[in-house]
């Protein structure tokens, strides 16, 4: 069995995901056993899934609905009473009705006071609530957002029509490994990173397509994206791909002398 061409027919993926019928995973787990490669590439393809899910996940934000709800339903203080004893016969009346108006003023004030304190306090909540809202509306739309890009990225691994080609590490980058997924019909090519380190500034990854001998630019990247990039079209008739290190912004030709991964275009 042809190992690089059953990798790229993207079985293993479809393997992966459980889109294979009973008959279909039976054959692919007979492959598994005969062939350690096929197992490795499996782990690979397993581990590249698992980082596009990740790449989801959002951590939610405490409530503040109980604090809230515990300001409002407090419970409402009590008025003081304040005695009024029956005034002696020698006590004017004017000086009575003034001593009322008092006390009274001194409640409704005091009364007046705590529920102005009280309704600083429900403000404050119900606009902390707000605000906490409308972050959790913004993590929303994040997660769709990252839903929307894997969906994206797995229709295209699993596309049986794009050709996935993987660039193994050369020896000036021995543990570096990156696929391309190219569509010789459309010339639509992605590029997956699985292990490339980190670049200066000055510097950036540039992807190329080897046709009839001669280097066809595909673009650059740097080295910290998660999921599928978008490169330039390449026409059919690539041979191999390779990913070589530059100045920024690229060059017309490539250095060989930095070349990090490359892989040969397995046709089934």
Do not use: C, H
């Amino acid at each position: 069995m042809n190992v690089e061409a059953y990798i790229s027919s993207g079985i293993l993926e479809a393997y992966a995901l459980g889109e294979l019928t009973g008959q279909e995973r039976a054959e692919v787990e007979k492959n598994l056993a005969l062939y350690p490669a096929l197992q490795k590439e499996l782990a690979l393809i397993e581990e590249t899934q698992e980082k596009l899910l990740m790449n989801a996940g959002v951590q939610p934000r405490a409530a503040v609905k109980a604090k809230l709800f515990a300001t409002i339903d407090a419970r409402k203080p009590e008025a003081k009473v304040v005695e009024l004893r029956k005034p002696e016969s020698s006590l004017p009346f004017w000086r009575m009705a003034a001593a009322a108006s008092i006390a009274v003023a001194i409640i409704t004030s005091y009364l007046a006071f705590n529920y102005w304190n009280k309704w600083k306090s429900t403000e404050n909540s119900l606009t902390e609530l707000i605000a906490q809202n409308q972050r959790v509306a913004q993590d929303y739309n994040t997660v769709n957002q990252r839903l929307d890009a894997i969906e994206k990225d797995l229709k295209i691994t699993n596309n049986p029509a794009f050709n996935r080609v993987v660039m193994k590490g050369t020896p000036n980058s021995p543990g570096s490994l990156a696929s391309v997924y190219w569509n010789e019909s459309t010339k639509e090519v992605y590029l997956s990173i699985q292990e490339m380190k980190e670049l200066s500034q000055q510097n950036q990854y540039q992807l190329w397509a080897i046709i009839d001998g001669k280097p066809v630019d595909a673009g650059v990247f740097d080295g910290n994206f998660a999921g599928l990039v978008k490169m330039k079209q390449i026409p059919s008739g690539a041979q191999t791909f390779a990913v070589t290190i530059e100045t920024r912004g690229g060059k017309a030709s490539p250095t060989l002398e930095t070349m990090q991964v490359v892989g040969n275009v397995v046709k089934g």
